[in-house]
């Protein structure tokens, strides 16, 4: 039978058989002389023998080249290089991947039933000697078992699923088989790709290299023409009115499908009330937009869903979303007295509508501990820092959380916060008519970023004609500069908070700034950065990673929750299918559609609406060819009619004959050892 070697170099090491032959023939048996004191004086004649030397235990001698025969041939790697039949079980044994689509397209009607069917047909089809993965994927992956031949576990695997809430992704997939075809010991690999085959699951740059000569098998469960209408993306206008919040919503319906919709309903519901239908009319392929009549926002964590009648596609029927009134940032000015020292501030703050700014003004010496409890944002702007209890509670303001602007105008004196300042304040430095300019800015940072494009704000036109040096320690970072060196704009972290020192006025007395187009949304983003404000946000996206440790609002109303040590909070969160998560990090991955509830061990948190990506809704497919064509295995089984070749490597990797080599190899050494010691045995017996 022909054989061949994986690695022939290694039979090179067959020299080494030359080692016993040398033992043999150089082994002298061992002699005692005895000297005769008569024979002292006869002179020494050396004896030459003639006698050929020769192999006396050719026993032993067979053994040990057999077992130096059997370790090189091992380390070769031999295998059988016959021509094997087709129906050969070493030639047809498969490791398959069953990859399933569960993306929620899936829930189209009839899809998902047709993907079941086709799974079940796949693990019918594997043969004996097959091993089987089930794999569902949207925008992630995950293996619903391990590798296995039984029928009934596949089987098993797919009782129960259904299609989720992700997008179509088939990268994940494809990279979770490819991992386990490249450590299958099968000769045969095969993907068998079930889906809808949705042309924006797939751009080409997933960089899947599936092993060579991997069979694609795609199975596609898509429809013709298709009919959707979603509701997308849902607005609000705040206003105003008699001391309340009214809301207005503005809904988007989005028709996907190939035939015009006509008069289909769209409610709006709020805490699981139908507050209002109305009907709208969407061209094949079309947005229309509903606006609903205003209602008044009085409740914490309003519940809404704009909802249209259900259709071939559920997933996309409805739109979530939470509201609740007063999302504002709370913010404290505590003024120095002087006129007009804080009207900038408090103009440019006023006109906010996003997020919006409740603003109190406070001479800074009337400002008292119970002041601060509310607030996310303290301006101490030109004025001395308060002693005693009210500074000690400003500190304490900081360190849980809070965020404090100290601004050096005239009569800034901060000689009771030596703790919170980075460093010693100067005299007050003039410059001359022009004025000093901006030189250094961190446009990176949160407060200049939005000046970082092209016609976004020159903050090089501002003039100051005076400043406080301030010498910023270690444990500060200057975030602007004067063009003569000096520091502008200092951020110190404190405890949870942090302090930013701003070392001119905010005022047109010092410098020209507040009469500039860059004041109104530098102010903003002051004030938003010293807060820590995220913006709260209606509802997010399945597949998004929320920080719930975060509040959803700065207001009076949660101010003291966002100020609490995370590390203080273990959280669970309750999902729209009842399911419990934990949540040790903080973060929590959204995998369904509805409304997350978030709670904490003292019993508070936050609700989360979550809603799924309507890029998903555009159900046009590609050619299952098309993504076949594009991860091109190569190939490594060669089919002729009734024969198979397999690759020497897949070939051996299944014979597995170094194992055998080695075992005989053992035996061999072990017989050897106990006919070598019989043998000494006999010779001191002797």
């Known amino acids: 039978m022909p054989f061949a070697f994986l690695a022939p170099a290694f039979l090179a090491a067959l020299a080494v058989l030359a080692i016993p032959v040398m033992v043999h023939l150089i082994q002298k048996e061992r002699k005692d002389a005895v000297r005769f004191p008569s024979l002292m004086f006869l002179n020494q004649v050396p004896y030459k023998s003639t006698r050929r030397r020769k192999i ?17 041939a091992a380390f070769a790697r031999p295998l059988y290089e016959g021509t094997l039949n087709a129906d050969s079980p070493l030639a047809t044994a498969r490791e398959v991947a069953i990859l399933v689509d569960r993306s929620y397209s899936m829930g189209y009607t009839g899809r998902w039933d047709r993907a079941m069917t086709a799974a ?20 992630g992956a995950v293996a619903a078992n391990q590798p296995t031949g039984d029928h009934a576990r596949l089987k098993a695997a797919l009782q129960g699923a259904t299609p989720g809430s992700g997008v179509t992704r088939y990268g994940p ?19 068998i790709l079930i889906s809808d085959f949705q042309r924006t699951g797939w751009d080409g740059g997933e960089g899947v290299q599936l092993p060579g000569g991997t069979e694609i098998t795609p199975i596609s469960v898509a429809d013709g023409a298709t009919a959707d209408l979603a509701v997308g993306e849902v607005t609000f206008r705040r206003e105003e009115q008699g001391g309340r919040e009214r809301i207005t919503a503005t809904a988007r319906i989005i028709n996907t499908g190939v035939d015009p919709v006509t008069d289909a309903a769209v409610t709006l519901e709020l805490n699981g009330r139908e507050l209002e239908t109305k009907r709208v009319n969407v061209k094949a392929n079309d947005v229309a937009s509903v606006v609903f009549a205003a209602f008044t926002l ?34 404290l000015i505590a003024d120095g007295g002087a006129p007009r020292s804080s009207l900038y501030l408090e103009r440019a703050l006023s006109i906010s509508e996003r997020p919006r700014y409740r603003v109190e003004v406070k001479r800074a010496d009337a400002v008292r501990p119970a002041d601060l409890s509310s607030r996310a944002v303290v301006l101490w702007n030109d004025a001395t820092f308060p002693p005693g209890e009210t500074g000690r509670r400003l500190r304490s303001f900081v360190e849980e959380g809070g ?27 003039d410059r001359d008519h022009p004025g000093g300019a901006l030189g250094y800015i961190d446009y990176g940072h949160a407060v200049f ?12 036109a501002p003039r100051f004609f005076r400043y406080r040096p301030v010498q910023a320690d270690s444990t500060a970072l200057v975030r602007a500069r004067f063009d003569d060196g000096a520091a502008a704009l200092i951020e110190k972290p404190m405890g949870s908070g942090r302090i930013l020192i701003w070392t001119s006025s905010m005022d047109n007395f010092w410098n ?19 807060a820590g404000y995220v913006e709260p946000s209606p509802w997010f996206t399945v597949g998004q990673v929320i920080d719930v440790t975060a509040g959803a609002a700065v207001s009076a109303a949660d101010s003291a929750a966002r100020r609490a040590p995370r590390a203080a909070r273990d959280l669970i969160a309750l999902a729209p299918n009842g399911d419990r998560i934990e949540i040790d990090t903080g973060l929590l991955r959204t995998e369904q559609r509805g409304f997350y509830e978030v709670r904490s061990e003292s019993g508070t948190g936050r609700i989360v609406a979550v809603n799924v990506d309507l890029a998903e809704a555009e159900l046009a497919s590609m050619e299952p060819a098309e993504l076949v064509t594009a991860l091109e295995p190569g190939e490594n089984v060669e089919r ?47």
């Open 512 to 530: 020209d700034l507040p009469v500039q187009p860059i004041f109104l949304p530098m102010a903003h983003q002051l004030v938003l950065h010293a």
């Open 640 to 686: 002729t009619a009734g024969q198979t070749q397999l690759r020497p490597a897949d070939r051996e990797r299944t014979q597995s004959l170094w194992w055998y080599l080695l075992m005989v190899a053992f035996i061999v050494l072990v017989t050897e050892t106990v006919l070598g010691n019989r043998q000494s045995r006999r010779r001191l017996a002797r």
């Open 298 to 331: 009085a409740e914490e964590n309003l519940r809404g869903v704009v909802r249209v009648a259900s259709d071939a596609l559920p997933a996309d029927d409805r739109f979530h979303f939470l509201l609740s009134p007063g999302q504002a940032v709370n913010v």
């Open 403 to 429: 965020g404090l602007v100290l601004i050096a105008g005239p009569r800034a004196n901060w000689t009771a916060a030596a703790d919170l300042v980075p460093g010693p304040i100067g005299q007050v430095v």
């Open 56 to 72: 006396r235990n050719w026993a032993l001698f067979l053994l040990r080249s057999a077992a130096v025969f059997l370790v090189v």
């Open 120 to 139: 079940n047909a796949a693990v019918d089809g594997l043969g004996p000697d097959d091993r089987g993965t089930i794999i569902f994927f949207d925008g």
């Open 173 to 191: 997939g494809l990279k979770l088989a490819q991992g386990i075809l490249e450590t299958s010991d099968k000769p045969r690999r095969e993907v």
């Open 449 to 460: 970023e939005v000046f970082r494009a092209p016609r976004s704000g020159d903050l090089a």
